[in-house]
């Protein structure tokens, strides 16, 4: 199937964690975190994609204060930290 084409057999999910993971890395790293959610062709939203959401604006809600408006450093990124 090509790439960005709508597969509803697809089920390889990121886990919230992981999501809350890269939402971190990219605050500290200057950059954007966007998930690519679409609504599937009859426009609704995969019930996978809703939970979450919940999940992540439930983190943000708790721990939001800790990145947002955070820049990265002088000291780049490194694999142990």
Avoid: C
Avoid at 2 to 24: I, M, R, W
Wanted: proline share 6%; hydrophobic share 35%.
């Amino acid at each position: 199937m090509a790439p960005g084409v709508y597969n509803s057999e697809d089920q390889k999910f990121k886990s919230t964690q992981q999501l809350v993971h890269y939402v971190a890395k990219a605050a500290g790293n200057n950059a954007n975190f966007l998930l690519n959610i679409g609504p599937k062709p009859d426009g609704t939203i995969q019930s996978e994609f809703r939970t979450r959401l919940q999940e992540i604006g439930l983190w943000m809600a708790k721990n939001g204060d800790s990145i947002h408006g955070t820049r990265g450093g002088s000291i780049t990124p490194r694999p142990w930290a």
